[in-house]
């Protein structure tokens, strides 16, 4: 399981990279995104993958007993997650305003704020 | 006492909170604004105070020990951050006044740089490298629409480059934070420190600082990991640009400080000193000459912000007390000449009608006060003494002599030359010569035609930012000596780690 | 694209999920569930009626302006925090009260932390919805 999700972790972070050196808006944003994802699913894989009960006390004990799997990446990937729509959101919302006042939505297109005002290039 | 932390985070969210109730009342949103900035000064002073005279305060949010839960910690550095930040919160909050238009004022301008300043407090303020990230990220959605509010064409392009880069780093960030958490099983900064020396396969441990590295050096802007910030930095409004120049990259900074001192010491980030050291350099000649070749006021200014992070980015790799002291107050002293810089450039537009030092001239014979007032923080930042910047320069050289790096210590002196020669070029271009459309009469300008009080709120930050600059000129033993304990208790984590852990681990 | 049976159903859809949002934020404590859930599977709700029926209608059928919840989720949340402050516990600690009321239980302030979640992630998502949505219908 760990060795898939590793091969999947790859995949994902291989194809974000690609992604987001693309000059297309669109795909740069779905490289973001694999990217965030790929992080997410990293923090899992890292935190160990155990075969266990959610980390709940039960009703009467004392304490946690048996197999329990560890709460704490699973509580960093959802807020990941919580951030990452907020931030894709509004990415999305960001590129699709920039290709309406722009016209375009080639990146390489997109010079105006690294050029000296009057340079060519 | 320990709880007083709370309020330089919860001040602005419940601020922002009240504004966004009362949406419509934008008056009353200036209002607010001021007074939550003055009241967090007022708390950031008293925090500075305290761990100045009884050592590091920490919380435990919720009363979740840690290092299960998350804790707040300032200890001398964080004090002085928050209240630098405080500063900057409450100069822009009235510059704001005077030059934010009434459509971006609607669109939330006075609440989002509230919350901008909840997420810098936070990321000062946070001993837990998870909630730092949290902090980064409330920090930059707020950036991110700060800085595209009022959608024109080129705040659209530099946002872009501006989002995308921040996102990538952000999910670099993630990704360091999972492979650490895997290594040490804990987040808590103090904890990591104690337990990080112990380790058993350390095999990754370079790995993951050289990415939390990446993560910070893209938010400080180090070489090469910069060309986000003079692609953006210039187009939104100069209120937005001056707060974003005065905080965001210096949080980078403290990250990169806290980290490689308390949380990383010195042999596991022997690497990460030396990559830091040579991307100081850089950081600093790449910066200047980027702003030699400026004529845009502000893309100039954006370009020197990348020019100092080299200084501080050196004091913090040389590691040594002095150095560390002297890159703090190269930081403190650039927050406040940069930002106002950013001011002037705003009533240099008002003034002159354009940020292009071709197009205008003959402010100084027009208004020679105003001339002044700009060249209080140039020549600061440039380092003429006796200004602040001359004494945090003197220092940061003095310290790069001891630790024998000869041949920075010979960069960072040539390019102090080149800061300053773009520094008289703004002066020779914008005051000295005469204005190319003929000659103009005074008093029939945009900044003649907002009404007095307007222009007092754009006058008086730029009047309190330079006689900061000037008593940290005057009186720059005091300052110093302050800086001097903040850097000893930042190299000597312990105390940082029993006021946190209590003493139990 | 108007469809009589998806139109139909999201009428009666939507007040199911809305109590589903409901009864998820209420189970959040102990089980699986919570202010975000809650509030994202109530967005959905109301994006499944806007998809059907399109943005007027959905417009019209939410009460509250969205950003009035964002700014009542956030007040709540501040709120909650309130008591541990006047208890003198550690800041953001829970508050606890036994009802005594046996299928109500006891109720704290996290409750009233997570019901401002809820108010804040549906006022967000409609947000982000209603915004792409009259994007769309004006180009």
Same mark, same amino acid.
Request: hydrophobic share 25%; proline share 0%; charged share 30%.
């Given at each position: 399981m760990t060795f898939l999700l590793a091969v999947i972790i790859g995949v994902l972070y291989a194809a974000g990279t690609y992604l987001i050196l693309r000059r297309s808006m669109v795909k740069v944003i779905f490289g973001l995104i694999f990217l965030g994802h790929a992080a997410n699913l990293m923090i899992f894989t890292v935190g160990r993958l155990t075969k266990g009960a959610p980390a709940f006390v039960a009703e009467g004990a004392s304490g946690l007993t048996g197999a329990f799997a560890d709460p704490l990446p699973q509580a960093l990937i959802l807020t990941a997650i919580v951030i990452g729509f907020g931030v894709q959101a509004f990415t999305i919302v960001l590129f699709k305003r920039t290709y309406q006042t722009?016209?375009?939505?080639?990146?390489?297109?997109?010079r105006r704020t690294d050029q000296l005002p009057g340079g060519k290039s | 006492m320990n709880r007083i932390i709370m309020l330089p985070l919860l001040i602005p969210l419940v601020t922002a909170v009240a504004m966004l109730l009362l949406r419509n009342r934008v008056q009353l949103h200036r209002v607010l604004n001021v007074v939550s900035a003055a009241l967090s000064g007022v708390v950031a002073l008293a925090i500075f105070s305290a761990t100045m005279s009884s050592g590091v305060l920490s919380l435990q949010v919720g009363g979740w020990e840690a290092p299960f839960g998350i804790s707040l910690v300032a200890d001398r550095l964080s004090a002085v951050m928050v209240v630098m930040s405080a500063l900057i919160g409450l100069c822009t909050a009235l510059y704001s006044i005077g030059t934010i238009d009434e459509d971006r004022e609607h669109y939330f301008y006075h609440p989002l740089l509230q919350l901008l300043l909840m997420g810098v407090n936070g990321a000062f303020l946070t001993g837990d490298i998870f909630n730092l990230y949290v902090w980064f990220e409330v920090m930059l959605i707020s950036s991110f629409v700060l800085l595209v509010l009022g959608g024109l064409p080129q705040q659209l392009e530099g946002a872009i480059k501006y989002v995308t880069l921040n996102l990538l780093s952000s999910a670099i960030f993630l990704a360091a934070v999972g492979i650490l958490y895997g290594m040490? %099983?804990?987040?808590?900064m103090a904890d990591l420190a104690v337990r990080i020396p112990l380790? &058993?396969?350390? &095999?990754l441990l370079t790995v993951v600082a050289v990415l939390f590295m990446i993560t910070f050096g893209v938010k400080a802007a180090v070489f090469p990991l910069f060309f986000w910030l003079p692609a953006s930095y210039h187009t939104p409004p100069v209120a937005v640009s001056a707060v974003f120049a005065g905080l965001l990259t210096k949080v980078g900074v403290y990250a990169i400080m806290r980290f490689f001192t308390t949380v990383f010491v010195r042999d596991d980030a022997a690497l990460i000193y030396d990559i830091l050291l040579w991307s100081s350099g850089f950081t600093m000649v790449v910066g200047v000459l980027g702003a030699v070749a400026q004529y845009d006021m502000r893309k100039l200014l954006s370009f020197h912000i990348i020019s100092q992070i080299g200084y501080m980015i050196f004091a913090v790799a040389l590691q040594s007390p002095l150095a560390v002291a002297g890159g703090l107050f190269y930081m403190v002293h650039n927050i406040v000449a940069k930002t106002n810089l950013f001011y002037v450039s705003g009533l240099v537009k008002r003034l002159a %009608?354009?940020?292009?030092l071709r197009d205008i001239g003959g402010l100084y014979r027009l208004y020679p006060l105003f001339g002044l007032l700009f060249l209080v923080p140039a020549l600061g930042l440039a380092g003429i003494p006796p200004l602040s910047g001359f004494w945090a320069k003197l220092v940061v050289i003095r310290a790069g002599i001891e630790a024998g790096a000869w041949g920075l210590t010979a960069v960072a002196l040539s390019v102090s030359m080149l800061t300053l020669f773009s520094m008289i070029k703004i002066w020779n271009e914008a005051f000295w010569k005469d204005d190319p459309r003929g000659e103009q009469s005074a008093g029939r300008t945009e900044y003649h035609a907002i009404g007095r009080l307007k222009q007092g709120m754009i006058i008086a930050p730029i009047v309190v930012l330079g006689l900061v600059t000037v008593v940290f000129g005057f009186w720059f033993e005091p300052f110093f000596e302050m800086m001097m304990l903040v850097a000893e208790e930042l190299l000597e984590p312990a105390r940082y780690i029993r006021s946190v852990t209590g003493g139990v681990l | 694209m108007y469809s009589v049976i998806l139109a139909t159903a999201s009428r009666y859809l939507l007040m199911l999920l809305l109590i589903f949002s409901v009864f998820l934020l209420l189970r959040g404590h102990n089980e699986p569930g919570g202010g975000f859930v809650g509030g994202l599977v109530a967005a959905a709700a109301y994006a499944l009626y806007f998809i059907a029926n399109g943005i007027d209608a959905a417009r019209r059928i939410v009460r509250f302006e969205p950003l009035g919840m964002i700014a009542s989720g956030l007040l709540l949340a501040v709120l909650s925090t309130l008591p541990s402050l006047l208890a003198g516990k550690p800041f953001m600690s829970g508050i606890w009260i036994d009802t005594g009321l046996g299928p109500i239980g006891k109720v704290g302030t996290p409750l009233v932390f997570d019901f401002g979640v809820y108010l804040l992630v549906l006022g967000i998502t409609l947000t982000i919805i209603f915004s792409l949505a009259e994007e769309d219908s004006k180009s």
């Open positions: 722009l016209g375009t939505e080639d990146l390489d297109e997109m | 040490a %099983g804990t987040l808590n380790l &058993e396969h350390r &095999e %009608g354009s940020y292009c | -």
